[in-house]
C-alpha cells in the first residue's frame, strides 16, 4: 500500500509546492519558447531588432534603427502566429482534456463530438461560396473572412446537433453522445469530400485550410478568437472540482452533488467554444488536443485543479514550438510537426509509466 | 477528496473515434508555383500512391483543375500599358486593378512562368526572389527562393523588400496569400494566361510596368513568327488522335482537358487531343472508347525509369486494357521530355509547341 502511494504520489492531488513547479516551469518554458519564436525566422531579422521593435511598437520605447521590412515581419508576422499559436494550442489542449474527462474515453479530443467536422464543412462551404459578396463585404471591417466566421459557425452548431441528438428524456448519455457524435462527423465530412470534389479550381485552397496551419493568424483574427478563447478559459477553470467528481462516474458525481446533465451541457459548450475559436484562426490542426492532455495526466496525475492550468501552458507551448519548427521547415503543415514532436516524447512517457506500475 | 481519483474506463473506450482532416498524413500540402511544379511533383508521388490512399487523389485534382483544364475564367487585360505613364493602372488576370506609382525595381516572381517572362524583356537584373522550382534562364537559379515547396514563406518575401510581386492565378498563389501581401503594403500582379493571346498581353502588361515596351514587341513578333513556323509545317498533314499523359494513377488518366490551353497547343501542333472531360480526367474504359493513336508520356520528362520508347511502351502496355489502344500496338508511345516548356505559359511556349510538333509529326521537321 505504502509503494502504490509512493509510486503516485499525485493521486491525492497536487500540494501547493508541486502544482508551483509545474504550472512555473511550464509559464517559463512558454515565455522562453515565445521568445525564441518571435526572434527566429526565416529571413535574417535577429532578436535584436525583434526585441527593439516589440518595445517600440508597444510602449514606444527608443527610436526605429530598423529598416520597416523588419517591422513588418516582427510585428505582423511572426507576433500574431505566437499569440495565436497560443490561442489556439492551449485551446485545443484544454478542450481535450475536458472531453476525456467528460466522455471518459482515451481517444476523446477536442474534434470528437464534431466541432472539426462541422467547422470543416462551413470553411469549405465558405471558401467555394464567392456568390455571397455582400455578406463577405460586411465581414470585412471585422477583418474576418467568411471562411473564419461559417468554420466557427459551423463547429458550434455541429456540436449542438449532436447533442439535440444524443439527449433522451433521463439525459445524455456519454456513449451515445460519442456515437451521434461519430455519426454526425461522418455525414459532414461526406459532405467535406463532396464539395472537395466539386470544388475546381478551389481545392488548393480547400487541402490548404484542412491541413491547418498558423500561417493566416492576423491581429482582427485574434481579436475575434481571443476573448472567446480566454472566457471560456476562465469558466473552465472555475469548474475543474465537477470534472474531477465526474471522473468518478456519472452516479458518484451526483451523489457529490453535481447536476450532471447541466454541467456536461456547460462543459460541452465552453469547451467547444474554444475549438471553434481556434479552428477559425488555424484550421483543423490535430494531435494536440489527443496527447497533450494524456502526457499531462501521465506527468502529473488527473487532478482537473492542476490539469486544466497546465493542458493550457503547455499546449500553447507545444504548439507554438512546432510553428517555428513548421515555418523553419519551409511551411510544412504544423500538424506534422505537433505529431513528430509529441508522439516520440508521448510513447516514451507511456512505456516509462507502464514499466513503473509493473514494478512490486 | 479522501480516496485517490482514479480514471474509469466506460464501455465507450473501445470506440475509435474518426479522425478528421487527416491532418498528418498529407505528403503534399497545397498550392504549386506552376503547372509544371505540380506535375513534377505527381511524378514524384506515382510510386507511393498506393500506400497514400487518398491523398494522391487530392493531388491530382488539384492537378487537374488547377492545369490541365481552366475553363471559363479569363480576365483580358483592360488598360494598355503605355511606357513611362506612371502613376500606371492596370487590370490582372484575376480581374484585379493595380495601380503603380512608379517602375518597379525589387520584383519577387512567384511562378517560373512569370520569372520568364520578366527576364525576356532583359530585366532579370529587377529580380529579387524567385521559387525553388525555377531553372530558367540560368541567372535566377542563384536568386533567393521565395517560394519552397510550392509554399511562399512571407516573411523571405518581406525581408527581400520588394516593390512588385508576380503572383500565379487561379489559386496557384493562394488568394489568401495575395491578400496577406497586399496587406503588408507591397502590389500583386496576377498573371495567369491561358492561351498564346493571352502571353501576349500578359508579356505587353508587365512590359508595359517594367517599361520595355519596344523589347516587348521584338519578342512577341519572334514569338507568332515561331507560331507561324510550326502552323506552315504541320499544315495539311494527318492529324492524330493523340494523348497528353500529365499523370496516371490506378486506372485514372490525367490529360489536356477540353478546351485547356494545352488541348489548343496540341492542335496547333497538328493533333487531334484525345480530352475526356472538362478537366482531362479519364476512366481506362473512355480511353479504350477514344482509342488514341499517339500516346505522349509527359511524366517521362520527370521520371528517367520511362525515359527511353521501350520502356514507356512497356510501362503503358501493362496497364489493364492499353494494350489493346491503337498507340500501343502500332508503338506510338513517345517519352515525352520537354514537358517544362510545353506546360509553362511563358515566352518558352512556342518551343514548347515546336517540341510537341516534332513528337506529333517527326516526318516534317527532318
Known amino acids: ?360 | 477528496m479522501a480516496k485517490p481519483v482514479e480514471r474509469r474506463r466506460s464501455p465507450a473506450t473501445v470506440i475509435v473515434p474518426q479522425r478528421h482532416g487527416s491532418q498528418v498524413d498529407q505528403p503534399d500540402r497545397d498550392v504549386p508555383p506552376s503547372c509544371e511544379r505540380e506535375w513534377h511533383l505527381m511524378g514524384n508521388l506515382r510510386g507511393t500512391s498506393r500506400g497514400l490512399a487518398g491523398a494522391p487523389l487530392l493531388v491530382l485534382m488539384l492537378a487537374v483543375s488547377a492545369c490541365v483544364a481552366s475553363p471559363g475564367v479569363s480576365a483580358p487585360l483592360s488598360a494598355a500599358p503605355s511606357p513611362a505613364a506612371f502613376p500606371l493602372t492596370l487590370t490582372d488576370d484575376a480581374g484585379r486593378t493595380v495601380v503603380l506609382d512608379a517602375s518597379p525595381g525589387r520584383i519577387i516572381s512567384l511562378a517560373p512562368s512569370n520569372t520568364e517572362i520578366v527576364c525576356a524583356l532583359d530585366a532579370c537584373d529587377r529580380l529579387v526572389g524567385v521559387t525553388d522550382f525555377d531553372d530558367y534562364p540560368a541567372e535566377v537559379v542563384d536568386l533567393p527562393k521565395i517560394v519552397l515547396q510550392t509554399q511562399v514563406d512571407l516573411e523571405l518575401l518581406v525581408a527581400a523588400e520588394p516593390d512588385l510581386v508576380l503572383a500565379a492565378g487561379n489559386e496557384l498563389t493562394p488568394s489568401s496569400v495575395i491578400a496577406q501581401i497586399e496587406d503588408l503594403g507591397v502590389p500583386v500582379i496576377v498573371l495567369y494566361p491561358e492561351s498564346l493571346e493571352e502571353i501576349y498581353t500578359d508579356i505587353e502588361m508587365v512590359a508595359g510596368v517594367l517599361d520595355q515596351g519596344a523589347r516587348a514587341d521584338s519578342l512577341i513578333d519572334d514569338m507568332r513568327r515561331g507560331v507561324a513556323a510550326v502552323e506552315a509545317a504541320v499544315e495539311g498533314s494527318d492529324r492524330p488522335r493523340t494523348l497528353y499523359e500529365v499523370f496516371h494513377s490506378e486506372g485514372t488518366t490525367y490529360t489536356a482537358g477540353e478546351g485547356s490551353f494545352l488541348a489548343s497547343l496540341m492542335e496547333l501542333a497538328g493533333a487531334t487531343p484525345v480530352t475526356g472531360d472538362a478537366e482531362g480526367v479519364m476512366e481506362a474504359e473512355d480511353l479504350v472508347a477514344e482509342d488514341p493513336q499517339l500516346i505522349l508520356l509527359g511524366t517521362a520528362s520527370y521520371d528517367p525509369s520511362m525515359a527511353t520508347s521501350a520502356a514507356a511502351l512497356a510501362v503503358v502496355a501493362a496497364r489493364p486494357g492499353w494494350s489493346d489502344l491503337s498507340a500501343v500496338r502500332d508503338a506510338n508511345v513517345v517519352p515525352y521530355l520537354d514537358d517544362i516548356v510545353t506546360t509553362r505559359p511563358g515566352p518558352r511556349i512556342v518551343e514548347g509547341l515546336e517540341a510537341l510538333a516534332r513528337a506529333i509529326h517527326p516526318d516534317r521537321f527532318d
Not at chain 1, 446533465?261 to 488536443?289: D, N, P, Q, W, Y
Open chain 1, 1 to 360: 500500500m505504502r509503494a502504490a502511494t509512493a509510486a503516485r504520489p499525485l493521486a491525492l492531488g497536487p500540494s501547493f509546492g508541486r502544482s508551483t513547479v509545474v504550472l512555473g516551469g511550464g509559464l517559463v518554458a512558454l515565455t522562453a519558447i515565445s521568445l525564441i519564436s518571435v526572434a527566429v525566422g526565416t529571413s535574417g531579422v535577429g532578436a535584436t531588432d525583434a526585441g527593439a521593435i516589440i518595445l517600440h511598437r508597444l510602449f514606444g520605447i527608443g527610436t526605429a534603427t530598423w529598416p520597416s521590412s523588419s517591422e513588418a515581419i516582427v510585428w505582423d508576422l511572426r507576433l500574431p502566429r505566437v499569440v495565436g499559436g497560443m490561442l489556439v494550442g492551449a485551446g485545443l489542449a484544454c478542450a481535450g482534456t475536458v472531453f476525456q474527462a467528460l466522455l471518459r474515453n482515451p481517444m476523446a479530443d477536442p474534434y470528437v463530438i464534431g466541432t472539426a467536422a462541422g467547422a470543416s464543412l462551413g470553411a469549405v462551404a465558405a471558401l467555394l461560396l464567392p456568390g455571397l459578396i455582400p455578406f463577405i463585404a460586411a465581414l470585412w471591417w471585422l477583418g474576418l473572412g467568411l471562411v473564419q466566421v461559417f468554420a466557427f459557425a459551423g463547429g458550434l452548431l455541429a456540436v449542438v446537433v449532436v447533442y439535440a441528438v444524443a439527449r433522451a428524456q433521463g439525459g445524455t448519455p456519454v456513449v451515445t453522445l460519442l456515437l451521434a457524435g461519430y455519426a454526425v462527423s461522418s455525414l459532414l465530412s461526406a459532405g467535406v469530400a463532396l464539395l472537395m470534389f466539386l470544388s475546381g479550381d478551389r481545392l488548393a485552397a480547400v487541402v490548404s485550410w484542412l491541413l491547418g496551419s498558423l500561417g493566416g493568424a492576423s491581429w482582427p483574427r485574434l481579436a475575434f478568437a481571443a476573448p472567446l478563447i480566454v472566457g471560456s478559459f476562465v469558466l473552465l477553470l472555475l469548474r475543474w472540482r465537477r470534472l474531477n467528481a465526474l471522473l468518478l462516474g456519472e452516479e458518484q458525481a451526483v451523489h457529490l452533488g453535481v447536476d450532471v446533465e447541466r454541467e456536461k451541457r456547460i462543459l460541452t459548450g465552453l469547451a467547444a467554444l474554444a475549438t471553434s475559436a481556434g479552428v477559425a484562426i488555424s484550421g483543423t490542426i490535430g494531435f494536440v488536443g489527443l496527447v497533450v492532455p494524456h502526457l499531462l495526466r501521465l506527468a502529473f496525475g488527473p487532478d482537473h485543479r492542476l490539469l486544466l492550468p497546465a493542458s493550457m501552458v503547455y499546449g500553447a507551448s507545444l504548439l507554438i514550438l512546432a510553428d517555428l519548427g513548421a515555418r523553419l521547415a519551409g511551411g510544412i503543415p504544423v500538424g506534422i510537426v505537433t505529431a513528430l514532436l509529441g508522439a516520440p516524447f508521448f510513447l516514451w512517457l507511456l512505456r516509462r509509466s507502464l514499466v513503473m506500475r509493473s514494478r512490486p
